[in-house]
């Protein structure tokens, strides 16, 4: 299997649009002669056409064998980028190492032809100053097959980035199509072109917006899919790559829905909810090997450079013993994520988090039912970085601000008390004593990396219906500001870039990120 990044730009192009334009010459270019070629493509998907929806292709082209492409987030200036994993010929049936790729989106159910597609393509290759191949302009005149007539036709002008090649010839050169006679972006995949409507449905995650007045069953289900969808998009890296960061972002993923699955259980049939973190605590086991082998690996590397070099053989005996164990562990979870059993997980996964087994209170406004679910994670969190601050040496000093967020919001969000007597050992919520004790007026104390925190005073819906004024702080940064994270300024800033109008129904999503972001920074 070859595996490279594949960057293109689609544009649409008129009738009369030539690509032998280019073999006039372009400023910094050396355009090769125009070759033309027939191919004939065949692509294979499972009968609802999941790769397709969730951005994938399966081909098979005669004489290039069999390619898969899994998407791999937006380029440049509308640029599409894809991991494109080529496969030799091999028969006439997908291999087996392709579908092992698309596992999660697949799940079992089997991938037949969907699509034959006839394409006249007419290519250009561009070369640099010094001869380096740079990009490969196509220009396709595609037709749709059905029982062996043409059931459609279309055409699209397509730029392809070699590798190697800066980014900015992709640019360069889609301007001058532009200016050339082509017309706009237009990153619809032939596959889906060819198939219609049928290929842009949504995939079988689809989340609602989430409203002020949305009710808690548009909250649950959408706090579900988000982290079933991070699973399955991180399955094929698990399978290719030994990145750790990869690993990580899987376990995060299993965490997370395990812990939503808690925290909004009396949303939930209780039963249900029960027996399903109980099968997700497997995988989140099997990946948490991998990932506390990762990070004890690490950390035994870096503390092993710093040893005098007396040490390095012993050193290096230690390290070689556990990267063995980081090694077994990584084959372990890879013969995990063949098993039947994590297949068909990963099914019961989608369909629950579509579907979830809802409670009685689930139908009710997500403003008059989170604030109670919130209240105790909340305070959980700040007794967790209370406790670690203190553990870590660094107990908070009198007069030093503390911050803290009532999950209510009573009285206003984020105050901001200086004491000049008690330490800041334990959560201080706001409170009226609290209120009336020494709080600045437009300023906050804060660290020197912040110059200042704005107060902008906001009218605010409480949860429980009443009206209040709400102080808000706002920080305005200087050069060089760089506050060091924590639990608490990383719920603020969520605090600051989701509340919208009553933004109570984001308060859940917001404070229980920041508590998850909080518990992983100890692993």
Not at 328 to 338: P, Q
Not at 448 to 468: I, M, N
Not at 474 to 503: I, M, Q, Y
């Amino acid at each position: 299997m070859k595996t490279h990044l594949e960057q293109e730009v689609k544009l649409q192009v008129p009738r009369r649009f030539d690509l032998q334009l280019l073999e006039q010459g372009l400023d910094g270019y050396t355009a090769s002669p125009l070759q033309a070629r027939t191919l004939t493509t065949v692509y294979y998907d499972t009968d609802d056409l999941r790769l397709i929806r969730w951005g994938c292709s399966l081909r098979h082209r005669k004489g290039e064998g069999w390619t898969l492409k899994l998407p791999a987030g937006d380029g440049p200036g509308g640029a599409v980028r894809r991991f494109e994993h080529v496969f030799p010929e091999g028969g006439s049936k997908p291999p087996d190492e392709a579908l092992e790729l698309v596992t999660a989106f697949v799940r079992g159910k089997p991938v037949v032809p969907v699509l034959k597609l006839r394409t006249l393509r007419k290519s250009v290759r561009l070369h640099g100053a010094a001869g380096e191949e740079l990009a490969e302009v196509v220009d396709d005149d595609v037709r749709v097959l059905l029982d062996g007539h043409v059931a459609d036709r279309f055409r699209e002008v397509e730029v392809e980035l070699m590798d190697g090649a800066p980014e900015s010839v992709l640019t360069e050169l889609t301007q001058w199509l532009q200016n050339a006679g082509a017309g706009s972006f237009d990153e619809t995949p032939k596959a889906v072109r060819a198939l219609g409507p049928a290929a842009k449905a949504p995939t079988e995650l689809h989340p609602v917006e989430v409203k002020p007045d949305s009710d808690a069953a548009t909250l649950v289900r959408n706090a579900l899919m988000s982290s079933v969808e991070q699973l399955l998009r991180h399955d094929a890296l698990l399978r290719l790559h030994a990145d750790p960061e990869i690993v990580h972002k899987a376990r995060v993923a299993t965490r997370r829905l395990r812990s939503d699955l808690r925290s909004l259980m009396p949303l939930l049939d209780e039963t249900w909810a029960r027996s399903l973190r109980s099968r997700i605590k497997w995988l989140a086991d099997e990946l948490g090997s991998v990932r506390d082998a990762d990070v004890l690996l690490s950390r035994l590397r870096r503390d092993a450079s710093q040893l005098p070099r007396a040490d390095n053989q012993a050193a290096e005996a230690v390290t070689d013993r556990f990267a063995a164990q980081s090694t077994a562990a990584r084959e372990r979870l890879k013969s995990v994520l063949r098993e039947e059993r994590y297949v068909t997980l990963l099914d019961e996964l989608v369909r629950s988090a579509a579907d979830p087994k809802l409670g009685p209170q689930a139908g009710a406004p997500a403003a008059d039912v989170l604030p109670a679910l919130v209240d105790e994670p909340w305070r959980k969190l700040c007794r967790a970085y209370v406790s670690k601050q203190n553990a870590a040496g660094t107990p908070r000093k009198p007069s030093r601000q503390c911050a803290v967020k009532t999950p209510n919001g009573s009285r206003g969000a984020w105050r901001s008390c200086r004491r000049s007597s008690a330490t800041c050992t334990t959560p201080s919520w706001p409170t009226a004593a609290c209120a009336r004790s020494r709080v600045t007026a437009t300023t906050c104390s804060s660290p020197a990396s912040w110059p200042a925190c704005k107060q902008q005073q906001l009218p605010r819906r409480d949860p429980r219906g009443a009206t209040h004024g709400r102080r808000r702080l706002r920080k305005t940064c200087g050069s060089g500001c760089n506050p060091s994270p924590n639990a608490l300024r990383v719920a603020h800033v969520r605090h600051e870039r989701f509340w919208d109008g009553d933004g109570t129904v984001a308060l859940l999503i917001i404070l229980q990120d920041g508590y998850k972001r909080a518990a992983d920074r100890k692993t």
